[in-house]
């Protein structure tokens, strides 16, 4: 099953994913984000906007790659490969 | 007079309460977060701050508690099919982009929850919010669920209803400046004012349209913008593209509004049928972003003056209030207190309140100063505090 990894940040918001080895069923970009929703309610609404579409600073990689359809999140997320969710920090 | 002040910063929310011994600071709270409005709900003593996350998106918050414990809510959302049509930054940056012909239409996110305000008493769980890009959103449970208000969204003077398919008419909301640090330049609701002697008489004002005004609970919508003059369009009176900063109400004497804009500072007597520029730009009254009214008399208004739309700083490195007690025929500059030296503050929208005869005001500099005597003299309550956007009595 492939592998959710996320930035600590988000675990102010979501404490149950903290320390979590996230494991979720294969499919496209949207559907394992579902997955992630399903043991943290809301999570999805922190990543994707009410359109379903990435927010501007989010940033998501499968291994090396990064997601290039932030739209649809069809990319896939195939057995063995890992999803990393960032956040691209700036401000002062 | 309220004994709380609600700081509403780019690193979070600050409570001050006022104790034997002054002012004091609370732990800052949403520490890290940038908080673009906080206020309490006068009703029932609910605190909400609204998160402007700059990577989750917008949230809003409530404590139940006095500010103990939060809750973070994502509930304010668009309905599927909600569509606006995009706007374009009037640079030369953008041209390229700019559409020639016919009109290009984006599906509505919420890019900024910039302002909430409370229903009637017999509307004890009625919510108004005001978004970027331009959204009147409504609570009818404390705000567990929101409804987009379609009247306001399908005006006509926004292109129509856009559920059902392309512009019937044209679009006249223009963009706000304060939507480009979310890529977009899209309008926004600040402004909502709920009749004290009717919660179905409702003021809204957009950047960049105007304001608008129902009187059956937001079933139906009509510009109220007769008297308004702005500086940047061919027709300085047209009925649409102005651009408030901010609208008040007078709670003792509702038909008495007040509004800072971009193009100088207007007053109305009779409910925003008419307004006035009451603007005085050589003694400083003109730009700015807040404006305050007396909760009793309709004729005292205050405003704190800033140079120019191209110059957002102080005149002459001097921090002042202005206040007029007589419908902006006149106005007084308030100094005593305030620094009047290397002072380049601005104070934006929602960061000035009245409370009886408390007033305060913050600055993105960092600066707050509260006056116990209706402005006459002010009281630093402190100068290191993160960019300020909204103080609210609580």
Known sequence: MPTVKMTSH????????????IRLPSGSVAEVLDGINELAPGFTDYVLDECG?????VKLCINDTIVIDRKALSDRVKEGDTLFIFQ????? | ??????LGTRKGTVILDRTASGWQARPILHAGIPVCYATRDPRDGTLWASLDHGHWGPKLSRSRDGGETWEDLSTLKYPGGARHIVQYLPTPDFEADAPTGEPDYANAAVYKIWYLAFGGPNQPRRLYAGTIPGGLFVSN?????WTLNRPLWNHESRGGDLFAGDATSENHWGGTPASVDYGVFEPGIHSILVDPRDPNHLHVAVSSAGVLESTDGGETWAGRNQGMLMDYLPNPAADWGHDPHYITQCPGQPEHLWQQNHCGVFYSSDGAKHWKKVSVPEAGVHFGFPIAVDEQDGRTAWVVPARADAVRMTLDGGLFVARTTDGGDSWQALRTGLPQQHAHDIVLRH???VSGDRLCFGSTTGNAYLSEDRGDTWLCLGNNFPPIYSVRFG
Not at chain 1, 10 to 21: A, G, M
Not at chain 2, 141 to 145: A, F, H, I, R, Y
């Open chain 2, 141 to 145: 449970d404390g705000g567990e669920s």
């Open chain 1, 88 to 92: 691209a920090l700036s401000g002062g």
């Open chain 2, 1 to 6: 007079m309220s004994d709380t002040l609600i």
């Open chain 2, 351 to 353: 960061a000035l309140d």
């Open chain 1, 53 to 57: 579409a990435m927010r501007r600073h």
């Open chain 1, 10 to 21: 988000l675990y102010r918001f979501f404490p149950q994913l903290k320390d979590q080895d």
